[in-house]
């Protein structure tokens, strides 16, 4: 059972706009900024937000990041194929003084 | 070009030990924290353990705690994870993975391709 919680799946067809949500506590999304990482089939993760809404060079702006109270967002506009990949969230937690991520979520594009 | 090369992954028995490396290259090693992170086969990311960028600071996940230990050495570009008692529940790909600056340990900008560990008689 993750620290943070993210829905297992989602799915969107090309162009459509799909939006990935991660829920904590206090202590993690609601003292500390969010990252959000993108694990392509059979690679190492990716760094697609930090700090809740930043894009690091070379993410499209196709991808956002939103943070409100203790939950946080992932928006994908303008949906592609390449986008169809595992998808975590990702905080600092002030009481277990450590990185907790969610579980993860599947992104499928139909 | 930053690079993070793990080494020292492979099969080992229950109760034994591994130490993993990870020569990183391409940045100012010292200033910045770094991290290992493993992922069980078929399962999400497990966040295990970071150091700062100046090696004064350690911190570890409650499942590790007591039997992993990180460590750096900056005059080899090193990272590295001593990892004791080992249980078939740690195997899994381990990554070591850069923090954007020497404190944020969950941004991690870079990560290396991970070196896998398999606990099994």
């Known amino acids: ?110 | 070009e930053v690079q993070l090369l793990e080494s020292g992954g492979g099969l080992v028995q229950p109760g034994g030990s591994l130490r993993l490396s990870c020569a990183a290259s391409g940045f100012n090693f010292n200033n910045h924290a770094m991290t290992w992170v493993r992922q069980a086969p078929g399962k999400g990311l497990e966040w295990l353990s970071g150091i700062s960028g100046s090696g004064g600071s350690t911190y570890y996940a409650d499942s590790v705690k007591g039997r992993f230990t990180i460590s750096r050495d900056t005059s080899e570009n090193t990272l590295y994870l001593r990892m004791n008692s080992l249980r078939a529940e740690d195997t899994a790909i381990y990554y070591c993975a850069k923090a954007i600056d020497g404190y944020s340990y969950g941004n991690l900008d870079f990560w290396g391709q991970g070196t896998l560990v398999t606990v099994s008689s």
Do not use: H, M
């Open chain 1, 1 to 110: 059972q993750s620290v943070l919680t993210q829905p297992p799946s989602a799915s969107g067809t090309p162009g459509q706009r799909v939006t990935i949500s991660c829920s904590g506590s206090g202590s993690n999304i609601g003292s500390n900024t969010v990252n959000w990482y993108q694990q392509l089939p059979g690679t190492a993760p990716k760094l697609l937000i930090y700090s809740s809404n930043q894009r690091p060079s070379g993410v499209p702006d196709r991808f956002s990041g939103s943070k409100s109270g203790t939950s946080a967002s992932l928006a994908i506009s303008g949906l592609q194929s390449e986008d169809e990949a595992d998808y975590y969230c990702a905080a600092w937690d002030d009481s277990l003084k450590g990185v907790v991520f969610g579980g993860g979520t599947r992104l499928t594009v139909l």
